[in-house]
């Protein structure tokens, strides 16, 4: 079946801009997720929406981003007023209802964002 | 969220066993402990994940000591295609806490 969706692939922009980065989960997956990965770094957990429950936003780095998901399907993770800093691949996951404790997580091909 | 420390690279040869160990101390009563595999230009994919004792998959084996403050994921046999960036993660449910991982590298 099909997995999980980001698009733009690659997005160029310049300082001060805003951008908005799509993410379409797994179909009937409950939970979402947004990481950033920075050039030769780990990956940086963002936020964290699971069902109708308020999201987790505790990874977020400062005010200028936000997401929403909309329908418990597709999310936007927006970055207003860009920086330099916020050069990144931004990768989106997310995974379903298992007996398990912890849940797999499909990560999608990111969106590699460039700020000029 | 328990954190872990695994090392920053290791180097092997085609056809080796490669063992990554991870310590994590801090680990909760609840947690799993799971590894991911990153290619570059990838995302992460998920390879085993498990609690005590052993896992084994027909990609890897995770060894879990009885204390679980640390795991080893196995990998037999490596080829070159098993050239990325491995990460360990201790939690239950909810988002993880991905480190920078273990860079493997397999030369012929």
Same mark, same amino acid.
């Not at chain 1, 069902?51 to 200028?64: E, F, H, Y």
């Given at each position: 079946g099909a997995g999980v969706s980001q698009s733009p692939s690659n997005k160029v922009t310049e300082k001060g801009k805003d951008v908005e980065l799509r993410c379409d989960p797994i179909s009937g997956h409950t939970a979402l997720y947004w990481y950033r990965q920075s050039l030769g770094q780990g990956l940086e957990f963002l936020i964290y929406f699971q069902?109708?429950?308020?999201?987790?936003?505790?990874?977020?780095?400062?005010? *200028?981003f936000s997401a929403e998901r909309t329908g418990g399907s597709v999310s936007t993770l927006t970055i207003q *007023?860009?920086?330099?800093?916020?050069?990144a691949v931004y990768l989106c996951a997310s995974s379903g209802r298992r007996k398990s404790a912890y849940n797999e997580q499909f990560f999608g091909p990111g969106t590699r964002l460039t700020v000029l | 969220l328990a954190k872990t420390t695994q090392p920053i690279s290791m180097d092997s040869y085609e056809g080796q066993e490669v063992n990554i160990t991870c310590s994590h101390?801090?680990?909760?009563?609840n947690d799993y402990i799971t590894w991911y595999q990153q290619f570059p230009s990838q995302g992460p994919r998920f390879i085993i994940q498990g609690y005590k004792t052993k896992v084994t998959n027909e990609v890897a084996s995770l060894f879990i000591p009885a204390d679980r403050k640390s795991s080893t994921l196995s990998l037999p046999?490596?080829?070159?295609?098993?050239t990325a960036v491995y990460y360990c993660l201790v939690g239950a449910g909810t988002a993880l806490i991905f480190g920078k991982g273990t860079t493997l590298s397999v030369s012929s």
């Open positions: 069902g109708n429950s308020a999201p987790d936003k505790s990874g977020l780095p400062s005010d *200028r *007023r860009t920086q330099q800093e916020d050069s | 101390n801090n680990i909760a009563t046999r490596v080829s070159l295609s098993d």
